[in-house]
């Protein structure tokens, strides 16, 4: 499998086609709580099986827990419990029922990682026996930057139709470039929108539309195909989304138009000490926005 580099990417899209990013009136959408983690659960990412379950990775808590929407008064099993300090981040299907997941060794509230300590696991979720489905798969070998801060440049990335869309958390970015199968850049990188602040993930609905969630402002937002940006849920003075990470669109004919986002649900002292992180799961009904 080819690779690319994505810093000449963020940098070009910097500097590309700026979208005027215009901002439109908020609308407030009904949160579902699907499930409320206890605390010191961060759910950083998902990924939803065809069956409608919703695997999520607690970056936290070194496991992957198993999410059923439809039993919300169940609490989640783990199928997946790794070492101490392995830090479990993002999930993403290759091919039904199979994921693969990426993780590193350190301390996540601190972002403290060990070089020399990056791994994708591959999980076979069609194997029957649960504690087998998780495998090593790649090994990576980087020494890290010496004096680099710590930065959030890339984060979210999808792909789709021959377009890899990303955002860029540091700048505030939702960008696109064109690539080819082998993940070749096949022309210049362009700013959807520049007012996606704190930015963290996205998930592209069927109409072109980005749901967007904006960490560290407890925000979701969405970014029409030509850049309009509209407040969805939450708010820098609301709790109703604590810290919102990742989102994913359910599967199925019933649940195509289901939003979930997981959070974090990280709140901090003044010092800067983590004080809790009793992570959720949310829906919201996108159908008729």
């Known amino acids: 499998m ?9 940098i070009a899209a910097s500097i590309g086609l700026v979208s005027s990013s215009p901002i439109l009136e908020a609308r407030a959408a009904q949160l579902e709580i699907v499930h409320q983690f206890p605390n010191f659960t961060w759910i950083e990412n998902m990924a939803v099986r065809s069956n409608g379950e919703i695997l999520g990775t607690d970056i936290s808590g070194s496991q992957i827990y198993l999410v059923d929407p439809h039993r919300t ?14 830090r479990i981040a993002g999930i993403v299907e290759v091919q039904e029922d199979v994921f693969y997941v990426p993780s590193v060794q350190g301390d996540v509230y601190h972002f403290k990682f060990l070089p020399n300590a990056t791994v994708v696991w591959e999980s076979d979720a069609t194997r029957k026996d649960l504690k087998s489905r ?19 440049g890339v984060n979210g990335v ?33 700013n959807i929108s520049t007012s996606v602040p704190a930015a963290d993930d996205f998930a592209m609905d069927s109409s072109g539309n980005f749901w967007v ?38 599967r199925g004919i019933h649940h195509h138009n289901t939003l979930y986002i997981s959070t974090d649900g990280l709140s901090v002292s003044g010092s800067g000490v983590s004080l809790t992180t009793n992570g959720k799961v949310v829906a919201i009904d996108t159908k008729g926005w």
């Open 2 to 10: 080819k690779s690319f580099n994505l810093f000449p990417m963020v």
């Open 73 to 86: 008064q169940t609490d989640p099993p783990v199928i997946a419990q790794f070492a101490n300090g392995t």
């Open 134 to 152: 998780f495998a090593k798969l790649l090994k990576f070998q980087r020494l890290p930057v010496k004096g680099a801060r710590v930065e959030f």
């Open 158 to 190: 999808h792909v789709a139709n021959s377009v890899l869309y990303f955002i860029n958390t540091d700048l505030g970015v939702l960008g696109k470039v064109p690539i080819s199968v082998d993940g070749i850049l096949t022309g210049s990188p362009v």
């Open 213 to 250: 969630t904006e960490n560290v402002r407890n925000t979701l937002v969405r970014v029409s195909p030509d850049g309009l940006v509209q407040t969805i849920a939450g708010g820098s003075n609301s709790s109703d989304l604590f810290g919102p990470v990742a989102a994913v669109f359910g």
